[in-house]
């Protein structure tokens, strides 16, 4: 498998060299040259099949030769060595549950991937390797857990200051070692701008082997496909489902719209967004018109130029049209949010995190307007990561997961700087790296 870069200005690469440059040289993003078709033999089987084998036989065409067989089934084990079950909340309407993993969100399985390959591919590396990764609140505690002790690569994490929940950004920045956290005077635009900022300096570049983990990255965002075939396996109705998930940079959705490329059967795709709807307006109007991004309660989702939605576009050549076919987009209000928190918590006893809210909105919105549809909502994170959203709503505190007790006792240790590419090169090149 090659990967060529959407800005067409680089060579074509394999998927190792994909991983570890994380962006192409002329600052595109990377996209396989052609997406492997599943037999039906595969298509046709899915509850019958183990996770460990579909997920392998997803992943590996996508990474060739460059990762020997064995060992990719081993980084796959243990990618997905945790439930991820879909349960039925109402009647037509289901949640995949995403949050089983480490950090308690949807991120840990191309967080857990990613660092494995990147693992066995340092071990080839003269020197070490630093992974750049920008967040919006999940990611940041998913690489942090997913890299922590990787030998030979160091992370650097950039978070907006005030702009995560107080859990995500214990996660993110307790965890010390070769885990590195900076807290920037911005916005998570502002911290995905230095990023962008600090891959196309050569004079950085020349200096340290970066890489990015965000789902830029090909080995971030392709292992998402596992959701969506995961979700079918389990799947008991006799229509296709129709799938809404809450969408902030679009690595998600469009994973699952690569899944679907492949040939899983799949009614429609959602876009859930918060306030910031970049895409929902794409949509109406067809313009696509990048905004600051907005501070909302689903804050994972404030991204107001979403990486991967150039992906979307070449799935679909580029045509609108098409593109609405298969996707459609909608927009939940923080007061709306908070009421579906608060509604499906008492009639279906069932609890949301803000953005599985803003997911279920959608997908209500939709069903409505195509009665006798059914569909999967993917809820990305446990409601204890927003505790701070949740717990006024409900009137009463969220059960805190065993596996979260000991982080919310650590103290945050992270570098204050201002959203200035200045002050980020130089803690990049005089900063102890272990």
């Known amino acids: 498998m090659q ?25 595109g993003l990377y996209f396989p040259e052609s997406i492997p078709q599943l037999p039906a033999t595969i298509l046709n089987n899915l509850a019958g099949l183990s996770r460990e084998a579909l997920a392998y036989e997803v992943i590996r065409p996508f990474v ?40 308690l969100a949807f991120k840990d399985i191309g967080a857990r991937f990613m660092s494995r390959c990147l693992g066995y591919f340092a071990r080839d ?29 160091r992370v650097v994490i950039l978070y907006p200051s005030g702009k995560v929940s107080s859990v995500q950004e214990k996660q993110l920045t307790t965890f010390g070692d070769n885990i590195h956290a900076l807290e920037v005077d911005g916005n998570f635009d502002d911290c ?30 392709l292992p998402q496909q596992f959701y969506y075939f995961f979700a079918l396996q389990q799947w008991k109705e006799k229509q296709p489902p129709v799938f809404s998930v809450p969408s902030g940079n679009f690595g998600n959705i469009c994973a699952g719209m690569m899944a679907w490329k492949a040939g899983l059967p799949v009614a429609h795709f959602i876009a859930a967004c918060n306030a910031n709807d970049v895409v929902p307006r794409f949509l109406e109007t067809g313009d696509y018109e990048p905004r600051k991004a907005i501070p909302t309660i689903s804050n994972a989702m404030d991204v ?33 949010t908070r009421e579906l928190i608060r509604s499906m918590y008492q009639q279906h006893a069932y609890l949301p995190d803000p953005h599985g809210a803003v997911g279920f909105d959608a997908l209500a ?13 993917l809820e ?47 803690y990049l090149v005089n900063s102890n790296p272990f």
């Open 192 to 221: 995905q701008q230095l990023v962008k900022r600090a891959f196309k300096d050569t004079e950085l570049t020349s200096q340290l082997f970066l890489t990015s983990a965000n789902s830029i990255n090909v080995a971030r965002w």
């Open 304 to 336: 107001g130029d979403p990486s991967n939605f150039v992906r979307i576009l070449e799935l679909f050549g580029k045509e609108r049209e098409q593109l609405k076919t298969m996707l459609s987009s909608y927009r939940t209000s923080d007061q709306r």
């Open 380 to 426: 990305t994170a446990h409601p204890i990561k927003f505790l701070d959203v949740v717990e006024p709503v409900i009137g009463q505190p969220v059960p805190v997961p065993a596996s979260i007790e000991e982080t919310l006792t650590k103290t945050k240790n992270a570098t204050q700087i201002e959203a200035d590419y200045s002050k980020l090169k130089d």
């Open 125 to 153: 590396e003269k020197q070490p390797i630093t992974v750049l990764v920008a967040t919006s609140g999940d990611t940041g505690g998913a690489v942090a857990s997913g890299f922590h002790k990787v030998e030979g690569v």
């Open 64 to 103: 060739g030769d460059t990762i020997p067989q064995d060992e990719l089934r081993r980084i796959v084990a243990e990618t997905i060595d945790f439930p991820i079950p879909l349960k039925q909340v109402y009647d037509g309407v289901y949640s995949l549950e995403l949050f089983h993993g480490p950090t």
């Open 3 to 27: 990967y060529y870069s959407l800005q067409h200005k680089a060579p074509k690469v394999d998927f190792r060299s994909a991983t570890i440059q994380g962006q192409a040289p002329d600052g």
């Open 365 to 377: 919105d939709w069903i409505q307007q195509h009665p006798g549809q059914k569909g999967i909502v």
